[in-house]
């Protein structure tokens, strides 16, 4: 073999090298970061910046904001809608919309309410079947869009209007059923509270985990001859987010602490963010999403995924309801009603779920809905009526979806996209 035989294959692992390097270290990681954001890959970013802005503004307006009582208040009232907001993330993702999340929900709520109150049934069984009645609701309107090709927007608006009146009817004329105090659904969602040691342990166990998974994966693709996080700036992550956990935690304990509901949302996240970035199904659901025609093409279930979606969005919007029925001990007529609707999907909006498909997170409902409700209880402080609360919420998820618009340009032109 000649010297002009091993040169281009010196040379390009001369640049492999090269860019390996690059991404080593804190410093690499950084640079990279900025690379994704001059690109237009703006992910998280906005949104986490938006919500330091609004909490800081509402600390200054009023010093109660940001008191551990508050915080803790805060983080359950975010789960009913927080966890339908996480269904309305896997509908964005595939481009469809589902506008009827609110009053499945309320439907949902009726439903456990009236099982488990007038029936006599065990609230397990009570939930099993409003959630079997979310997934069912889901199905027909897969039916409907895969094999007759209505639009997701007509469906859902239909049943958005069906599954208000069937709420109604369900109730009957005294329209609302309240539930035991003393029941587990209800004090699961107002008074069950982690042990202090265990909320130390399950951060942890967080930190651990991020930086196990972290290098599962950074090892894979170094594997392949591609770059990624140097251990150290994995373990600088891992560390960050046990400190920034930890002195949650301990905050949130000076009062009562973290509530098992909502580390139950944050479960929710966890396997839908696994779901949607480690699985097959996750990596066809952002295909089609990106483009459908090339995923149908790709080979990909392209009915099955919207199938899966869909119902993945209704049965968690039921589970939403259930939730929203356990927090005010009640499921009446204006449960799932009003402004939940708009909530759920602004919330996957401004958390960075794009609108156009495709691109998002699990983590978009957490966000979302922590400036939402951030927004509802900085507002509550402050005295000030709802009028005000539409009005900013309105104005940040016009923001959102202007910068979610702004950054598709900017990865269009950048060849990104």
């Known amino acids: 073999m000649t010297d002009t035989d091993t040169a281009p294959r010196s040379t390009a692992t001369d640049l492999q090298d090269e860019r390996l390097r690059q991404s080593d270290g804190v410093a690499g990681s950084v640079r990279a970061l900025l ?54 993330v896997c509908v964005l993702l595939v481009g469809e919309i589902d506008l009827s999340v609110g009053s499945i929900s309320g439907l949902a ?16 069984v009570a939930i099993l079947a409003a959630v079997a009645l979310g997934s069912l609701i889901g199905w027909v309107y897969a039916q409907m869009f895969n094999r007759f090709g209505v639009p997701s927007f007509v469906i ?13 009817k369900v109730l009957g004329p005294i329209g609302s059923v309240n539930l035991p105090f003393d029941s587990g659904l209800v004090r699961f969602a107002q008074l069950a509270f982690l042990p202090g040691w265990l909320a130390y342990a399950l ?26 996080r140097s251990v150290q700036a994995l373990a600088a992550r891992s560390v960050l987010l046990l400190v920034g956990l930890g002195f949650a935690v301990w905050y949130l304990n000076r009062t009562r602490g973290v509530g098992w509901m909502f580390v139950f949302f944050i479960a929710l996240i966890l396997v839908l963010h696994y779901a949607l970035s480690r699985t097959r199904w996750g990596k066809s659901v952002y295909a089609v999403g990106g483009n459908v025609e090339a995923a149908r093409r790709a080979g990909i279930n392209v009915r099955m995924v919207y199938t899966s979606v869909f119902m993945l969005c209704t049965s968690l919007a039921a589970v939403g309801g259930v939730l929203a029925a356990a927090r005010l ?13 708009l909530n759920a999907i602004a919330a996957a ?34 005295n000030l009526d709802s009028s005000y609360r539409f009005m900013v ?25």
């Open 156 to 168: 859902t608006l239909a049943g958005l209007l069906a599954f208000v009146g069937l709420q109604l």
């Open 109 to 124: 709520s009726a439903a456990v309410a009236i099982l488990f109150v007038d029936q006599g049934l065990p609230v397990v």
């Open 393 to 417: 919420t309105g104005a940040v998820l016009l923001l959102a979806v202007t910068l979610d618009s702004v950054a598709r340009r900017s990865r269009k032109s950048s060849g990104r996209a």
């Open 329 to 341: 001990a009640a499921a009446n007529q204006s449960t799932g009603g009003g402004d939940v609707n």
């Open 35 to 88: 690379d994704r954001v001059r690109g237009g890959e703006l992910g998280l970013l906005p949104v986490v910046a938006g919500l330091v802005v609004i909490s800081t503004v509402l600390q200054i307006l009023n010093p109660i904001f940001l008191s551990s009582t508050n915080l803790v208040n805060l983080l359950l009232e975010c789960v009913p809608v927080g966890v339908i907001a996480l269904g309305v």
């Open 349 to 382: 909006v401004i958390g960075g779920t794009s609108l156009f498909g495709g691109r998002g997170t699990a983590f978009a409902a957490l966000l979302g809905i922590l400036v939402i409700q951030a927004i509802s209880s900085g507002l509550t402080l402050l």
């Open 203 to 228: 951060v942890v166990v967080a930190a651990v985990a991020l930086f196990l998974s972290g290098y599962a994966h950074a090892r894979t693709r170094r594997k392949a001859g591609l770059s990624d």
